[in-house]
C-alpha cells in the first residue's frame, strides 16, 4: 500500500484557461447586442510615447477585441504629446458616437497630469474604472463597471469554486489600481457573482505594515500586488491557503510574479502561476467592461 506523502503540490489556477471561458461568453454575447442593436463595440486605446512594455499590452488588448467581435482603435501619440493636447483626444472621443470604451494606457510620461487624464474620461466610457465616479460607486457597493485585474482576481476564485465569504483574505499592496479596489470589491455583501464572492474579512497590507509574515500567514486567500520579484516565500503562507500572484516582474530573461512560486506551491493549496494567471484575466475583464459601455450606451 503506498502512503500519502506529507506534502501534496498546490492546485495551479490555471488563468489563461479561465480567461479563454469568459472570452467564449463575451464573444457570445457580443454577438446578440451586434444583431439586437446594428452595432459593434468599440474600444479605443491611447499609447503616447514608446515604453516597451506597454507597447505589449496595448497589441494584447487590440487582439483580444478581435477574438470576441469587436473593434479596436489604437491611437498612438508622441511622448511630447503635452496634458492639453491628450485632454482634447480624450473630449473627441467621449463624443465619438463609435466608440464604446476609452483606454489610456499607464504609465503616462511623466511631464502629463495623468489624473487629470484620467478624471476627464466620461465615466460612462471608462472601461479601467479608474474615474473618480466609478471609484465611488465601487465603493459604496454599487459599481457600473469593476476595475479589470480586481474583478478577473475574483473571477478566478469564482470560476475555480474558491469562495471568499467568511474568509480571512490578506492582500498586499495598497495601488488604486489593485490593491485598494480589490479590498472594496471583497468588503461588500455581494458581488456581481453573489454573495459568496464578497464578504471575506479583509486586511490591507503594505510597505508600512510590521510584521507582514504573521499577517499574511493567518490568510485563507493572500493575494499579493506588490511589484517585488519573488517576494512572497513559503513561510509567510498558511497551509492550504489559496495564493493568488498579481505581480509581474521581469527577472534577467523570466517573467516571474510577486510569489516565490516553486517554494509556496508547496505549503499552499492553490495558487496562480505568472504568467498564465492573473495577466489573462485582466485583459479579459477589460472586453466585459468595453460590452458593458456598449449596453449603457444602448439605454442600458
Ligand atoms: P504599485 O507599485 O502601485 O503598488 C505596490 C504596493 O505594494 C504599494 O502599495 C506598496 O505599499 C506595496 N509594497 C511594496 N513593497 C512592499 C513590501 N516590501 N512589503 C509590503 N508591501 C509592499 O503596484 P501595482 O500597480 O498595484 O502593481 C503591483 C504588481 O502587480 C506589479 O508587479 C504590477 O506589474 C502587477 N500588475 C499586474 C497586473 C496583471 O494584469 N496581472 C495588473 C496590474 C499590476
Known sequence: MTQPSATTAARILDGKAIALEIQNEIRDEVAALVEQTGKRPKLAAVLVGDYPASQVYVRNKEMACKRVGMTSELIRLSAATTTEELEQLIERLNTDEETSGILVQLPLPKHIDAQRILDAIDWRKDVDAFHPYNVGLLSQGRPQFL??????????????????????????????????????????????????????????????????????????????????????????????????????????????????????????????????????????????????????????
Request: aromatic letters at 4%; glycine letters at 10%; charged letters at 15%.
Open 147 to 300: 476595475p479589470c485585474t480586481p474583478y478577473g482576481v475574483i473571477q478566478i476564485l469564482y470560476r475555480s469554486q474558491i469562495k471568499t465569504a467568511g474568509k480571512k483574505v490578506c492582500i498586499i499592496g495598497r495601488s488604486d489600481i489593485v490593491g485598494k479596489p480589490l479590498a472594496s470589491m471583497l468588503v461588500q455583501r455581494s458581488s456581481p457573482i453573489g454573495p459568496d464572492w464578497a464578504n471575506a474579512t479583509v486586511t490591507l497590507a503594505h510597505s508600512q505594515t510590521p510584521n507582514l509574515a504573521a499577517v499574511t500567514s493567518d490568510a485563507d486567500i493572500l493575494i499579493a500586488a506588490i511589484g517585488q520579484p519573488e517576494f512572497v516565500k513559503a513561510e509567510m503562507v498558511r497551509p492550504g491557503a489559496t495564493v493568488i500572484d498579481v505581480g509581474i516582474n521581469r527577472l534577467g530573461e523570466r517573467l516571474v510574479g510577486d510569489v516565490d512560486f516553486e517554494s509556496v506551491k508547496e505549503v499552499a493549496g492553490a495558487i496562480t502561476p505568472v504568467p498564465g494567471g492573473v495577466g489573462p484575466l485582466t485583459v479579459t475583464m477589460l472586453l466585459n467592461n468595453t460590452l458593458i459601455a456598449a449596453r449603457l450606451k444602448n439605454g442600458g
